[in-house]
């Protein structure tokens, strides 16, 4: 325990009454099944790409586009103006700078849909975009997009060769969502598309002098992105060249394995991008609009789409983020021991009938394994997810099912599905495992930073934290390789980065919450470390804060307090052993302050990752439920 003041029953007393109302509030949230859905919200970009599928799927008429989805691009259009930043441009996370590929992407579908190019938004946005090098500074997906409308040199796009399909297990060693992107997308790319554009339209305005179209190799003639630029321009070749039987072939099979992972899913790998491709694929490969397929690809795509208070609250959703709101809130509940013993038992029901029972893409790499574990979305039967499956066995630490039976045999068969899922160096990553290929990551399509899907200390923690909960022993060889893949990976500042919340305030509370439940002693000197590093970074508000802009500076970057992140510190500092200092006392009291009536609070930065760098997210029920969570630890550690 940490030397500093003591906790006063009057904080003990607001703590508990901050917890129940957050409980309360949690419970009235939840659906009358059983579980939690909170909206799941990003960027601009994909509003952005909704009026580009517009225009694929309903072609203009000369200079006319009169698509019969107008009252829904409006509402896109609206919805994307409304997040203009004022210099012009658009970011990528709240109260980020301008980034250029969501501002090409603003721009182009803006033009598109009839804003004009006078206009004093439109103006400053062109100028903002020429200002961070212009159309040529935007990331391979925005150019491959405008290339489909000749909006961009193919010649100076990546390629995506369809024949990767017939390169044995290759696909395999992409991460499950480029896989599931790239496969479709290699169809729409190896079809040549020139769709057409309204006459007159272009963006040459957004050209920046002097900026080469090329991809750019900024690593040097003796580099694998060199070699895959290289490689490129063979296949670019081949293209134009190469048997056209074979590439048939391997589109027929690229289109087959997508139609493939829609089964049991809530459309290709449940996600935004690979939906969007698929639609483009079942068209290009001559799939009728009315065809069964067409139709429920677009029925998935559409469901995405969302309203909430009008034209102002139009957007598009990511994906469904129900399977991990549902453990996360059941576990804040269940931890608070606030609620009625079979208060969750519905919620246990609706998580059982979600636990995966057939094999997916992970069963490459783990042939034999009996199928389990939980996905994040409604259906996405073939990518279990190792953090969705940890969390959802801690919620089931007080969640009980109508048959307890059922539910440990689920449990049983989970715990040993991600004993199964520990890579080689010692920890988890979220789909696959020893998912590692580095030089992947110079594929020139892969400046989506999100190649892989490499292990990493916030999952590994949690998956340690819930596999201990479930009676694997600290002792056990694979808690032992967790825990020392933590040590290794802890920063130089003390921290852990976190791969799937921002940034090292997640990751180090999840891996210092693994690191205790391996048994690790809260006076080892990385554990002490950790708790000072989080002490140190403490805002004066009493709360904690990290930008996005973590993980561009490789380096923790303050950011102003937000209930989620603070709840992660104190999280993490109780974890460290530190249950009376200052800084610990300081966190509740912001927790507490900064609640509001009804049990609620706001907050307004992302603090979710999608790909560092690239995308973010914001998950509207973490600023309720781990402070929830974080007040529930505390008392928990003062009344044990």
Known sequence: ?????????????????????????????????????????????????????????????????????????????????????????????QQGPSEISASVKAYFSLKLAGVDCGDARMVRLRDRIL????????????????????????????????????????????????????????????????????EGFHIDELHAAGVSFAFPNDKGFFSWKNFFLRVDGLL?????????????????????????????????????????????????????????????????????MTERGGDAGFFFQPCFSVVWDTAIAAFSVGESNMAPPDALQSTADWLLRKEIRRPGDWCVKRPGVEPSGWYFEHANEFYPDIDDTAMVLLAMRHARASSIPDQQKAIDRAVNWLLAMQSKDGG????????????????????????????????????????????????????????AFLRKTQGADSSWYGRWGVDYIYGTFLALRGLRAAGESDREAHILRAGEWLRAIQNADGGWGESCESYDRNSFVAAPSTPS???????????????????????????????????????????????PRVFYLTYHLYRNSFPALALSAFLNEKYA
């Open 1 to 93: 325990m940490m030397p500093g003041l003591q906790i006063s029953d009057g904080l003990l007393v607001h703590a508990e009454q901050s917890a129940r109302r957050a409980v309360e509030a949690l419970l009235k949230m939840r659906s009358q099944e059983g579980f939690w859905c909170a909206d799941l919200t990003a960027d601009s970009t994909l509003e952005s790409d909704f009026i580009l599928l517009q225009l694929w799927m309903h072609p203009p008429e000369g200079k006319t586009w009169n698509p019969p989805t107008r009252p829904l691009i409006d509402k896109a259009v609206r919805s994307i103006l409304a997040r203009q930043l004022p210099d012009g441009g658009f970011n990528i996370y």
């Open 565 to 611: 992140q603070t709840a992660w510190a104190v999280l993490g500092l109780l974890a460290s052993g530190d249950q009376i200092s200052e800084s610990v006392r300081d966190g509740i009291e912001y927790l507490i302050e900064t609640q509001k009536s009804d049990g609620t609070w706001d907050e307004t930065l992302a603090t979710g990752t999608g790909f």
């Open 428 to 483: 988890w990553a979220a789909f696959d495992v020893d998912n590692n290929w580095g030089f992947l990551a110079d594929v020139p399509f892969a400046d989506h930073n999100a190649m892989l899907d490499p292990t990493c200390p916030d999952i590994t923690g949690r998956v340690m934290e819930a596999l201990v909960a479930h009676g694997t022993p600290p002792s056990h060889p694979a808690i032992q390789r967790g825990a």
């Open 236 to 304: 670019k070749l081949w293209e134009k060249h190469g048997p056209k039987g074979v590439r048939r072939m391997a589109m027929r099979k690229a289109l087959d394995w997508s139609l493939e992972h829609t089964r049991h899913s809530d459309g290709l790998a449940a996600i935004y991008p690979p939906m969007m491709y698929l639609i483009m694929a079942l068209d290009v490969m001559g799939v009728p609009r009315d065809h069964a397929d067409h139709l429920e690809a677009q029925r998935q795509f559409d469901r995405l």
């Open 131 to 198: 200002a961070m090098g212009g159309l040529q500074r935007a990331n391979s997906y925005v150019k491959i997009n405008l290339s489909l409308f000749g909006l961009y040199p193919r010649e100076h796009v990546p390629s995506v060769p369809p024949e990767v399909m017939l390169a044995g297990k290759l696909i395999y060693e992409m991460s499950s969502w480029t896989r599931a992107i790239v496969i479709p997308l290699s169809i729409v790319h190896a079809s040549r598309p020139m769709k057409p554009v309204p």
